[in-house]
């Protein structure tokens, strides 16, 4: 693996995590207050979710966004994919995430003889039509361990996204609300 692959892959893990933080903060902005402070929350445990909410200023938002926060339950053993975000994220920033190539197919190429001397042209032994495949996979010791990356970050982009989305539709029909109920 170029060394450059888990740089990119923690990149990718942290723009991710980036967007909670910035869906957060707008959340609080939208409420009238400052997002000086803000940060998505995520604890070890749920007993201290409340606690966290409370730490990352995530409690200046509206009532709403709060209980949906607390509905996605991030914390281990709550939203496990959740969960993970900020885990690699915080991975990434102290051992990096270089993630292991495995699972090889491509046409065999036989570079000895049977005396094991080198051939002079290396000959492709089986199908040379077989298309050639690599799997790359989070490292063993992460929560995807030997999962495939790609589709991996896929589905936490989605997550993600659909975070994003519902908070922004809280947002409006906080407004929405606020526009009903005033004078």
Known sequence: MPDEAGAVFGDAIHNIRAALDLAACECVRANGNSDKGVIFPFCEKAADLD??????????????????????????????????IHDLDLRDKHRGMMPQPT????????????????????????DPNTPADVKIVFP??????????IPTLHKLVALADSIVAALASIIESDALNATKSAP
Do not use: W
Not at 71 to 79: D, E, R, T
Not at 104 to 126: Q, T, Y
Not at 140 to 149: G, K, P, Q, R
């Open 140 to 149: 063993s010791d992460t929560i995807f361990a030997n999962d495939e990356i």
């Open 103 to 126: 699972s090889f197919a491509s046409p065999a190429i036989e570079m000895l003889d049977k005396n094991g001397k080198p051939h002079a042209f290396p000959r492709i032994v089986g």
């Open 51 to 84: 606690k966290m909410i409370k730490d990352r200023k995530l409690l200046r938002a509206s009532p709403a966004v709060v209980q949906y926060v607390q509905s996605l339950k991030p914390y281990a053993g709550g939203n496990a994919a959740l969960r993970a």
